[in-house]
């Protein structure tokens, strides 16, 4: 889900900067995807030529009507067709005859000639501007469409992927030793354990997240995780985590729909929300004159609020996105004393409330109060519990209206920032790098060293649309030798 706020960044001119910022503002990610992956244009010199037939034509009835340019019009006439014959069966350079050249040049003589003339300006405008108009509606229809197919791409389960979760549904099914009882084991309640929570649809992405935790850890027998997933990936997950063995963590498969209905029926948040991205066009309030700088920021979904009821028998937990790669030991974590906060989150001061009024309604807010991203986060639930965060968050939604689906997702936004604005606990920037979904700028080095990366954005590293330069920091967690993932053809 991607909300549209506008903002500023750096950049070189005032009209480049607007254009950046409008492509942004439409198509968010894949103006940068676009860019990285343009080709080499094989019809450049078609193009050429039919901008040079869109000016002939657009001067030829004006010189036709003056006298004494007779000659004129018919070296015009006859270029006009030189060029809509070799364009009627070329397409891109190719299929051009080597003499192409000589009738470019020839006829950008006549064109010359035909500007050196006294005309009705009036005509060739109103010719010209028809031109433009035409064109420019034609680039954006293709860029609309090739922007829809990238998001159908980013959004689209791969056939592979589906595959590989239907496989290890059926083999759940098939197995002999299917556990019936999904109560919680004395293991996941236990606070002697450091308890990890995960939301996600995503085997291979819950496995990454999993994986890459207890390779860094030093201790990783003393680790629970729990994945919250939903009804249609719920035995696919329990499958694949009950085969795999994560260096001694224990790990929990939760049907987030089923304990909701079952054990919550009074909440109506009843499907599965993942953690929520919202496309964020910054403005720098220092440096009013720089450019618009794109940011995808991820905030708790409606699911999150329910965390707390749903682990009513722990304490304090660190919320994974299943888009995070971890890369050093987290165990620090659980030394922090968060002062009586309830969110430990790395903030993000690029934006504040306060620029944000058109967002977050006429409920009070502090408007110099700094926006937070999800990815890692140290959650104390007994302070949750205590400053009533879950009621606050039923009491707020009703304030909202929805008219569908989006609607309700895109209200995250505005409730993860309300009720967490004094509830934050600051967290070490360095303890996460976002940004590995969107921005191709982002320096490997920075990578290699950071303690966890998060792949906020659009290009995910499990899909085709992944930026390659990142993928391998994911791909390296990956299980490896599976052979449902051999005869799905998975290959992220």
Same mark, same amino acid.
């Given at each position: 889900?991607?909300?549209?706020?506008?903002?500023?960044?750096?950049?070189?001119?005032?009209?480049?900067?607007?254009?950046?910022?409008?492509?942004?503002?439409?198509?968010?990610?894949?103006?940068?995807?676009?860019?990285?992956?343009?080709?080499?244009?094989?019809?450049?010199?078609?193009?050429?030529?039919?901008?040079?037939?869109?000016?002939?034509?657009?001067?030829?009835?004006?010189?036709?009507?003056?006298?004494?340019?007779?000659?004129?019009?018919?070296?015009?006439?006859?270029?006009?067709?030189?060029?809509?014959?070799?364009?009627?069966?070329?397409?891109?350079?190719?299929?051009?005859?080597?003499?192409?050249?000589?009738?470019?040049?020839?006829?950008?003589?006549?064109?010359?000639?035909?500007?050196?003339?006294?005309?009705?300006?009036?005509?060739?405008?109103?010719?010209?501007?028809?031109?433009?108009?035409?064109?420019?509606?034609?680039?954006?229809?293709?860029?609309?469409?090739?922007?829809?197919?990238? *998001?159908?791409? $980013?959004?689209? #389960?791969? +056939?592979?992927?589906?595959?590989?979760?239907?496989? /290890?549904? @059926?083999?759940?099914?098939?197995?002999?030793?299917?556990?019936?009882?999904?109560?919680?084991?004395?293991?996941?309640?236990?606070?002697?354990?450091?308890?990890?929570?995960?939301?996600?649809?995503?085997?291979?992405?819950?496995?990454?997240?999993?994986?890459?935790?207890?390779?860094?850890?030093?201790?990783?027998?003393?680790?629970?995780?729990?994945?919250?997933?939903?009804?249609?990936?719920?035995?696919?997950?329990?499958?694949?985590?009950?085969?795999?063995?994560?260096?001694?963590?224990?790990?929990?498969?939760? *049907?987030?729909? $089923?304990?909701? #209905?079952? +054990?919550?029926?009074?909440?109506?948040?009843?499907? /599965?929300? @993942?953690?929520?991205?919202?496309?964020?066009?910054?403005?720098?309030?220092?440096?009013?004159?720089?450019?618009?700088?794109?940011e995808y920021l991820s905030l708790f979904s409606h699911s999150h609020f329910l965390i707390p009821e749903i682990f009513h028998y722990l304490k304090k937990v660190v919320l994974l996105d299943d888009d995070v790669v971890v890369q050093r030991d987290l165990s620090f974590l659980w030394n922090i004393d968060m002062g009586g906060k309830v969110n430990g989150a790395v903030k993000y001061c690029g934006l504040k409330l306060g620029q944000m009024k058109n967002v977050l309604g006429k409920t009070a807010y502090d408007p110099k109060s700094c926006a937070w991203m999800s990815?890692?986060? @140290?959650?104390?639930?007994?302070?949750?519990?205590?400053?009533?965060?879950?009621?606050?968050?039923?009491?707020?939604?009703?304030?909202?209206?929805?008219?569908?689906?989006?609607?309700?997702?895109?209200?995250?936004?505005?409730?993860?920032?309300?009720?967490?604005?004094?509830?934050?606990?600051?967290?070490?920037?360095?303890?996460?790098?976002?940004?590995?979904?969107?921005?191709?700028?982002?320096?490997?080095?920075?990578?290699?060293?950071?303690?966890?990366?998060?792949?906020?954005?659009?290009?995910?590293?499990?899909?085709?649309?992944?930026?390659?330069?990142?993928?391998?920091?994911?791909?390296?967690?990956?299980?490896?030798?599976?052979?449902?993932?051999?005869?799905?053809?998975?290959?992220?």
């Open positions: 889900m991607i909300k549209d706020i506008q903002g500023r960044r750096k950049g070189s001119k005032p009209d480049e900067v607007e254009k950046v910022k409008a492509c942004q503002l439409e198509f968010g990610s894949y103006c940068l995807w676009s860019i990285e992956h343009r080709e080499v244009m094989k019809d450049s010199t078609v193009k050429k030529l039919k901008d040079q037939l869109f000016v002939a034509r657009s001067y030829y009835p004006t010189i036709a009507k003056l006298e004494g340019q007779e000659a004129l019009t018919q070296e015009m006439k006859q270029n006009i067709q030189e060029h809509e014959r070799v364009l009627s069966v070329s397409t891109v350079d190719a299929d051009l005859p080597s003499f192409i050249n000589k009738w470019m040049e020839q006829m950008e003589r006549t064109i010359a000639r035909a500007k050196s003339c006294t005309v009705d300006c009036k005509n060739v405008d109103r010719k010209l501007r028809q031109i433009l108009v035409m064109t420019e509606d034609e680039a954006h229809f293709h860029m609309k469409q090739s922007a829809f197919l990238y *998001n159908l791409g $980013a959004q689209t #389960l791969q +056939k592979s992927h589906h595959c590989f979760s239907m496989r /290890l549904t @059926l083999e759940y099914f098939k197995s002999s030793s299917l556990d019936s009882d999904d109560s919680p084991p004395g293991k996941f309640n236990s606070p002697k354990y450091r308890h990890y929570i995960t939301l996600s649809k995503n085997v291979l992405a819950a496995s990454v997240v999993i994986n890459s935790t207890v390779s860094s850890c030093k201790d990783p027998g003393n680790l629970a995780f729990h994945i919250l997933t939903d009804a249609q990936n719920f035995y696919a997950m329990k499958h694949w985590f009950a085969r795999n063995s994560y260096r001694n963590a224990f790990i929990h498969v939760i *049907n987030y729909e $089923a304990i909701v #209905l079952e +054990k919550l029926p009074k909440y109506n948040i009843r499907q /599965l929300y @993942l953690p929520e991205e919202f496309r964020v066009l910054v403005r720098s309030i220092k440096q009013p004159t720089e450019n618009t700088r794109m990815g890692v986060n @140290l959650i104390d639930l007994d302070k949750w519990r205590e400053h009533n965060v879950t009621e606050n968050y039923l009491l707020l939604l009703k304030k909202f209206k929805f008219k569908d689906e989006q609607a309700l997702r895109a209200a995250a936004f505005p409730l993860s920032l309300l009720l967490f604005q004094h509830l934050i606990y600051p967290l070490d920037e360095n303890l996460t790098l976002a940004g590995l979904g969107y921005d191709y700028r982002i320096d490997e080095e920075v990578a290699r060293r950071s303690a966890s990366l998060h792949y906020n954005g659009n290009m995910k590293p499990w899909l085709e649309l992944g930026i390659p330069d990142y993928k391998k920091y994911w791909k390296r967690f990956l299980v490896r030798g599976d052979r449902f993932m051999d005869e799905c053809n998975v290959n992220p």
